[in-house]
Nanobody
Framework: QVQLVESGGGLVQAGGSLRLSCAAS????????MGWFRQGPGKEREFVAA????????YYADSVKGRFTISRDNAKNTVYLQMNKMKPEDTAVYYC?????????????????????WGQGTQVTVSS
C-alpha cells in the first residue's frame, strides 16, 4: 500500500504559477505510476496528468498540455505538478493518485476508477 499527502496549493492570479507536491509513504513508490486529478466546484473529478513508474512516459489532459508538467523524484518518494500560465478554470481541489498498471494505456491512466490510492487533496484557486 501507499499513502499520499499533497501540498503546495493556494491562491494565485491568472497567468501565475504554482507547484504541487505529493509525498508518498512506503518503500515501493518507484513501482507506482502517479497521477494528478482535479475536481472543480460542481464538477466531477477529472484527469490532469500522469507519469509512469520510471518517469519515462507522461500524459496530459488537453486542457493543461503545454502549461502543466508532471515529474517525479523516486529517491524522495515525491511527485510534482508544475502549473504555469494558470487560468481561472484551473480552480479545483487537486488530488494525487497512485496505481500499479501492468500495461500503461491512455484509457487506463485517464480513468479515475482505475486508480486505487488517493491523497486528501489540496485546494488551488486562480483569481481573474
Amino acid at each position: 500500500q501507499v499513502q499520499l499527502v499533497e501540498s503546495g496549493g493556494g491562491l494565485v492570479q491568472a497567468g501565475g504559477s504554482l507547484r504541487l507536491s505529493c509525498a508518498a509513504s512506503g518503500r515501493t513508490f518507484s513501482s507506482y505510476a502517479m497521477g494528478w486529478f482535479r475536481q472543480g466546484p460542481g464538477k466531477e473529478r477529472e484527469f490532469v496528468a500522469a507519469i509512469s513508474w520510471s518517469g519515462g512516459a507522461t500524459y496530459y489532459a488537453d486542457s493543461v498540455k503545454g502549461r502543466f508538467t508532471i515529474s517525479r523524484d523516486n529517491a524522495k518518494n515525491t511527485v510534482y505538478l508544475q502549473m504555469n500560465k494558470m487560468k481561472p478554470e484551473d480552480t479545483a481541489v487537486y488530488y494525487c493518485a497512485a496505481e500499479i498498471f501492468s500495461v500503461w494505456t491512455v484509457v487506463d491512466v485517464t480513468t479515475r476508477t482505475e486508480w486505487d490510492y488517493w491523497g486528501q487533496g489540496t485546494q488551488v484557486t486562480v483569481s481573474s
